[in-house]
């Protein structure tokens, strides 16, 4: 299979809405990734594009549109990671796993958000994420019953956010305006997404948590992801795969599926993203990205999991991934499960 072209149209904001579409024809449907089950019944599809590459970047193969643009979300954020370390900021370890997190929101990820802010001189209240609960379910039940009310620390992004402030402090950069697509922290990590993937920007948006979001074809997200595993030890980009493979409970939280894979897979480089986006490396350096059209995040396991399965590899945590049960009057009367 031919590997796509490189997106080359210069960076543009979204639009807010399309334009007229008389007369065009319509976009191919992407193909189905995942099916919803109940009680025997296929009662929902959820469709998507999704690639495979070997580990010299070739595409192995593909479904659906892996050449077209998507916004990454937070698959973004090992690149973001990388470019605090490029403005000379030195974190390693689990502080530089939890600048590249979407963390649920544990009491851990935030007493070391809490650390990180006060060792840069920086407070709470220089953060700009929106004001959240935990990202997870069960610590957000906590975390309101315990009294407490959003916070912008508590938001899944606030370890990315203070090592961005941390970085501008360093090098006298504007705190107050780091999020700025102009700032030159947000030019490093734009230089650095276009390095690691291969790919000029064709969008630029605006991430839930204020950032600047750099769209990629899952194509180049996914050498992205591979350029990062197979860096030379030392470079920011292995720097940061080494962090979070070492610390993936910092990346993500203990009870879900990006730390699994990466504590029952030693050496690989996995992220999820908001909107049903997944990026993974193997230590081998074949990668993978897929994106679910709806952006149901419920079908992220089942079709990781077909995807591994497919690509040769058998672990026990596949089948954690993949069961993805439906629940009715508190039995189980069915599953989402992959369709490819």
Not at 15 to 35: C, D, H, I, M, Y
Not at 42 to 58: I, K, Q, T
Not at 145 to 158: D, F, H, I, K, P
Request: glycine fraction near 10%; aromatic fraction near 4%; include cysteine.
């Amino acid at each position: 299979m031919t590997s796509p072209t490189p997106i080359s149209a210069p960076a543009q904001e979204a639009p807010a809405s399309p334009g007229s579409t008389e007369g065009t024809p319509p976009a191919p449907a992407s193909p189905v990734l995942a099916e919803v089950v109940r009680s025997g019944f296929v009662e929902g599809r959820h469709r998507g594009s999704l690639v495979v590459l070997a580990a010299d970047g070739s595409v192995e193969w593909s479904l659906g549109e892996a050449a077209a643009p998507v916004f990454p979300r937070s698959t973004n954020k090992p690149m973001q990671a990388a470019a605090v370390l490029r403005a000379g900021l030195d974190l390693s370890g689990e502080r530089l796993a939890l600048a590249a997190a979407s963390h649920s929101g544990e009491p851990f990820h935030l007493d070391l958000v809490r650390t990180m802010l006060a060792e840069h001189g920086l407070t709470p209240g220089d953060l700009q994420t929106p004001a959240d609960l935990p990202l997870d379910h069960e610590e957000a039940e906590a975390y309101l019953a315990s009294g407490q009310v959003r916070e912008r620390l508590t938001m899944n992004c606030s370890g990315k956010h203070t090592a961005m402030l941390a970085a501008s402090a360093l090098n006298g950069w504007p705190l107050d305006s780091y999020l700025d697509r102009a700032h030159p922290l947000q030019q490093l990590v734009a230089d650095g997404i276009r390095t690691a993937s291969g790919e000029d920007t064709a969008h630029v948006g605006t991430d839930g948590c204020g950032a600047p979001l750099l769209s990629l074809s899952l194509t180049g997200l996914a050498r992205a992801f591979q350029y990062f595993v197979q860096a030379a030890p030392g470079t920011p980009e292995r720097r940061v795969a080494d962090a979070m493979r070492a610390h993936p409970e910092y990346v993500a939280g203990t009870r879900r599926p990006d730390t699994w894979l990466m504590q029952a897979l030693p050496g690989t480089l996995a992220k999820m993203g908001a909107e049903a986006v997944q990026a993974l490396a193997l230590p081998d350096g074949r990668a993978l990205a897929f994106k679910i059209d709806d952006g149901a995040t419920r079908t992220l396991g089942p079709v990781l999991a077909r995807t591994l399965r497919l690509m040769g590899l058998d672990a026990p945590v596949l089948a954690r991934l993949e069961d993805a049960p439906l629940f009715g009057g508190g039995a189980r009367v069915g599953e989402i499960r992959a369709t490819f």
